[in-house]
């Protein structure tokens, strides 16, 4: 799917898939939220090459039981897609096996949420075993109880004497039997990545680790192309990184290990949290975290909250942190108007800071990864916080690390090399 619009076979290009948004406006999520969710749900649909024609909201107490969105809603969804030619709908939350089947019996269309979206970007960007691995696996795990509905049509086939548990409920027991045993055996092939992972990070030594966190699309694999003068994957689309990279770094002689992970994003199904896990070992074994934030992103705070309830997920929430302000320069771009008196801009900066340096008890930079701003306190920061936690680990090598005191405050400190790739 994500790559028909962009293909090509035989010099014959391949038609656009095409989409419409359905989203709700609850009890539990307001209009300004469900706006939000519906813009990045646009955004995921765009990272999978599908464009999107039209957006519906309703407004309900709580999603309907069989449908999702009420009848009415239904029917003007169903004509629009019959107007336009529209390929898919994609529906912002997770819904149930029965909810898909009655959407797409009514539709005549292919119907997915957010987490089946979700799972077809993971799939086009996986590149590792690993990664693949665990793709299939939350792919398998997802789609295990929706099997019902890919066998309507043999249901609706059924009659006469006999035909009682006909071919389509076999089909779905073999299909369950079989998909059963796929992910049992997946799960199996994942502990054993998971061995020859941990003897890797043995094999690193007495070395501090440093893993990049936060939401997806807020700049941590540019940052890492900062840090450790290499040339990771980084673009303008969700889940840009999926398989996990890891670089050795040194300032002032003082090496340590730096990671960069997958992004997380909210509504997030909890099966591919856990599928993803072994992805986030670089983060769970880190001895700090950086939580990168898109400070010019409008739900920042909302995106910054996700981050932690899924540190918290994992029980990282007492992990040393470090949270990196990133993209400053658009934040001042869509935030301060051009003709804004330079005091002004600067006291509302330094009011922003300090709020911020406050919140975080200190533990906070501000940045503009892309245009090279305050990158240099980004990495003296960096460099003391790793030294301290060698000399308080690692007592016997202080007199070493103290030997490059008189390095300190130097914008570009030490060399940068590749270590290895996970």
Same mark, same amino acid.
């Given at each position: 799917?994500?790559?028909?619009?962009?293909?090509?076979?035989?010099?014959?290009?391949?038609?656009?898939?095409?989409?419409?948004?359905?989203?709700?406006?609850?009890?539990?999520?307001?209009?300004?939220?469900?706006?939000?969710?519906?813009?990045?749900?646009?955004?995921?649909?765009?990272?999978?090459?599908?464009?999107?024609?039209?957006?519906?909201?309703?407004?309900?107490?709580?999603?309907?039981?069989?449908?999702?969105?009420?009848?009415?809603?239904?029917?003007?969804?169903?004509?629009?897609?019959?107007?336009?030619?529209?390929?898919?709908?994609?529906?912002? #939350?997770?819904?149930?096996?029965?909810?898909?089947?009655?959407?797409?019996?009514?539709?005549?269309?292919?119907?997915?949420?957010?987490?089946?979206?979700?799972?077809?970007? *993971?799939?086009?960007?996986?590149?590792?075993?690993?990664?693949?691995?665990?793709?299939?696996?939350?792919?398998?795990?997802?789609?295990?109880?929706?099997?019902?509905?890919?066998?309507?049509?043999?249901?609706?086939?059924?009659?006469?004497?006999?035909?009682?548990?006909?071919?389509?409920?076999?089909?779905?027991?073999?299909?369950?039997?079989?998909?059963?045993?796929?992910?049992?055996?997946?799960?199996?092939?994942?502990?054993?990545? #998971?061995?020859?992972?941990?003897?890797?990070?043995?094999?690193?030594?007495?070395?501090?680790?440093?893993?990049?966190?936060?939401?997806?699309?807020?700049?941590?694999?540019?940052?890492?192309?900062?840090?450790?003068?290499?040339?990771?994957?980084?673009?303008?689309?969700?889940?840009?990184?999926? #398989?996990?990279?890891?670089?050795?770094?040194?300032?002032?002689?003082?090496?340590?290990?730096?990671?960069?992970?997958?992004?997380?994003?909210?509504?997030?199904?909890?099966?591919?949290?856990?599928? *993803?896990?072994?992805?986030?070992?670089?983060?769970?074994?880190?001895?700090?975290?950086?939580?990168?934030?898109?400070?010019?992103?409008?739900? *920042?705070?909302?995106?910054?909250?996700?981050?932690?309830?899924?540190?918290?997920?994992?029980?990282?929430?007492?992990?040393?942190?470090?949270?990196?302000?990133?993209?400053?320069?658009?934040?001042?771009?869509?935030?301060?108007?051009?003709?804004?008196?330079?005091?002004?801009?600067?006291?509302?900066?330094?009011?922003?800071?300090?709020?911020?340096?406050?919140?975080?008890?200190?533990?906070?930079?501000?940045?503009?990864?892309?245009?090279?701003?305050?990158?240099?306190?980004?990495?003296?920061?960096?460099?003391?916080?790793?030294?301290?936690?060698?000399?308080?680990?690692?007592?016997?090598?202080?007199?070493?690390?103290?030997?490059?005191? #008189?390095?300190?405050?130097?914008?570009?400190?030490?060399?940068?090399?590749?270590?290895?790739?996970?």
């Amino acid at each position: 799917m994500s790559e028909k619009g962009k293909a090509k076979i035989d010099n014959v290009n391949i038609k656009e898939e095409t989409a419409v948004l359905v989203g709700l406006i609850t009890q539990d999520q307001t209009e300004e939220q469900t706006k939000e969710y519906l813009a990045e749900l646009e955004f995921l649909a765009l990272t999978d090459g599908v464009k999107t024609l039209k957006t519906f909201v309703q407004k309900m107490a709580h999603p309907d039981n069989k449908t999702y969105v009420g009848k009415g809603k239904l029917e003007e969804i169903k004509d629009f897609c019959e107007a336009r030619g529209v390929d898919l709908v994609l529906v912002d #939350d997770e819904i149930s096996p029965s909810q898909l089947r009655n959407m797409e019996e009514v539709l005549k269309k292919k119907v997915l949420d957010r987490a089946m979206l979700i799972l077809d970007i *993971f799939a086009n960007r996986a590149r590792t075993v690993q990664a693949k691995t665990q793709v299939e696996l939350a792919q398998l795990q997802y789609m295990l109880p929706r099997l019902k509905g890919m066998w309507s049509h043999l249901e609706r086939q059924r009659g006469g004497a006999g035909t009682r548990g006909g071919a389509g409920e076999k089909e779905i027991e073999t299909d369950r039997r079989i998909a059963s045993k796929k992910i049992t055996s997946l799960k199996e092939k994942l502990k054993e990545i #998971d061995k020859q992972n941990v003897v890797r990070r043995k094999n690193r030594g007495e070395m501090i680790r440093v893993a990049l966190v936060g939401y997806t699309n807020v700049g941590k694999s540019t940052i890492m192309n900062l840090l450790a003068k290499e040339n990771v994957f980084a673009e303008n689309k969700l889940f840009a990184t999926l #398989d996990t990279t890891v670089r050795k770094v040194t300032f002032n002689a003082v090496p340590f290990l730096l990671s960069d992970t997958v992004g997380f994003i909210r509504k997030l199904p909890h099966h591919l949290v856990e599928s *993803f896990k072994s992805t986030l070992d670089e983060a769970i074994e880190a001895d700090i975290l950086l939580h990168v934030v898109d400070i010019s992103h409008p739900a *920042f705070e909302d995106q910054m909250k996700v981050v932690t309830e899924i540190l918290k997920e994992l029980h990282l929430e007492e992990k040393p942190v470090v949270v990196i302000f990133n993209k400053m320069d658009l934040y001042e771009k869509t935030r301060f108007d051009e003709f804004l008196p330079a005091e002004i801009k600067t006291g509302l900066l330094n009011e922003l800071q300090e709020t911020w340096m406050a919140r975080t008890h200190q533990n906070c930079i501000f940045i503009s990864a892309t245009q090279n701003r305050n990158t240099a306190d980004l990495r003296q920061l960096l460099f003391q916080k790793v030294k301290q936690l060698y000399l308080e680990r690692y007592p016997y090598k202080a007199g070493y690390f103290q030997t490059y005191n #008189d390095y300190e405050g130097q914008g570009e400190m030490g060399e940068n090399s590749a270590d290895s790739t996970s």
